[in-house]
């Protein structure tokens, strides 16, 4: 499957996730802590730029998630003030629908 099309299908699936807060902010890093801290945001902020993807802020995906569990994951690149952040997202499905995650929020070249 042609990527940017991935990339269309998993935002397509994200987007009612958020909506219905089955998006939870889990970062695996500290860079991500350590970003939002410096730009002053919060996790509120961070679903706002989530609300903005589209498939032309594709970064690479998906892959298997590397800890081993059940999901797909996805890197987004959005444009910001003089540099772009890195967005790393989860979708799986498990008995009760599908859910996802945010595993990494910072300053892009600064990846995980």
């Not at 889990?26 to 609300?51: A, C, G, I, S, W």
């Not at 444009?79 to 595993?103: Q, S």
């Amino acid at each position: 499957m042609n990527n940017i099309i991935a990339a269309q299908l998993f935002i397509q699936r994200l987007k009612p996730l958020l909506e219905q807060n089955k998006v939870v902010f889990d970062p695996r890093n500290q860079k991500t802590m350590r970003f939002l801290l410096e730009e002053d945001m919060d996790e509120n902020d961070v679903f706002e730029y989530l609300r903005k993807l589209d498939s032309s802020n594709y970064y690479d995906g998906p892959k298997a998630d590397r800890n081993g569990e059940a999901g797909d994951i996805m890197m987004f690149l959005y444009p910001y003030e003089k540099t772009r952040i890195y967005i790393k997202l989860k979708i799986w499905t498990d008995k009760n629908g599908d859910f996802g995650a945010v595993i990494s929020f910072h300053e892009e070249g600064d990846y995980d």
